[in-house]
């Protein structure tokens, strides 16, 4: 078993461009997270979330994760809220990789 998995609760991840593209009541809610949010430590991050979803193949979704924002100097794990839920999110690239129970 991955310790990752075992602990996981927030699997459902859907990337912030398709989620603001809802209508206008979705971009209130992303700006909402955007106000509320709490940079946290990716090992914190890795306590409620599984990245797994985000990977054609996860093989090692940890590793994958790493390597996906290597690249990227300003990337930062997230935790906020939203329409009265909490939520964990992926800022990275641009994007925000949003994730919910």
């Known amino acids: 078993m991955n ?3 075992a602990a996981s609760r ?16 979705y971009q209130q809610q992303w700006q909402e997270m955007m106000s509320n949010a709490q940079e946290i430590p ?9 990245p797994s979803g985000l990977f054609d193949d996860p093989t090692d979704p940890v590793q994958d994760l790493t390597e996906e924002i290597a690249d990227d100097q300003g990337s930062y794990f997230a935790k906020s809220s ?18 919910t129970q």
């Open 82 to 99: 939203m329409n009265g839920q909490t939520v964990f999110f992926i800022g990275t690239k641009g994007y925000e990789y949003i994730f």
């Open 10 to 25: 927030f699997t459902q991840f859907m990337p912030c461009d398709r989620f603001r593209r809802q209508g206008p009541e």
């Open 42 to 50: 990716m090992d914190e991050f890795l306590q409620y979330v599984d």
């Open 3 to 5: 310790w990752y998995k």
